[in-house]
């Protein structure tokens, strides 16, 4: 599966952004999907992740409650609703594939990956 994630952006502290990762092949609705984030100098970080049906979710303690993931197989797209969002939520973000619903925090885990998108937030 092909991965492709999209709209990051500039945007000032307290505002919202809507990133969305399109993904190709005709079994995208059987991958678990996850969205990471890497910062300047830091390593990649979880930020969320949700089941192949959508029945789970997880979120880093960083963004829950000011985030929210979900996922149209329909349209084979994942979203990723950031709320509130901080300087510190400034990052390319990455989303990433995988056929277990297991270790959804750990990156290593993770067998398809997208370019990545940049979000910017400005204090």
């Known amino acids: 599966v092909q991965l492709q994630a999209s709209g990051g952006g500039l945007v000032q502290a307290g505002g919202s952004l809507r990133l969305s990762c399109a993904a190709s092949g005709r079994t995208y609705s059987i991958y678990d999907m996850g969205w990471f984030r890497q910062a300047p100098g830091k390593e990649r970080e979880f930020v969320a992740a949700?089941?192949?049906?959508?029945?789970?979710?997880h979120y880093a303690d960083s963004v829950k409650g000011r985030s929210t993931i979900s996922r149209d197989n329909t349209q084979n797209t994942m979203y990723l609703q950031m709320n509130s969002l901080k300087p510190e939520d400034t990052a390319v973000y990455y989303c990433?594939?995988?056929?277990?619903?297991?270790?959804?925090?750990?990156?290593?885990?993770?067998?398809?990956w997208g370019q990545g998108t940049l979000v910017t937030v400005s204090s």
């Open positions: 949700i089941m192949w049906n959508g029945y789970a979710t």
């Open positions: 990433a594939a995988k056929r277990d619903y297991y270790r959804m925090n750990d990156s290593t885990s993770y067998d398809y």
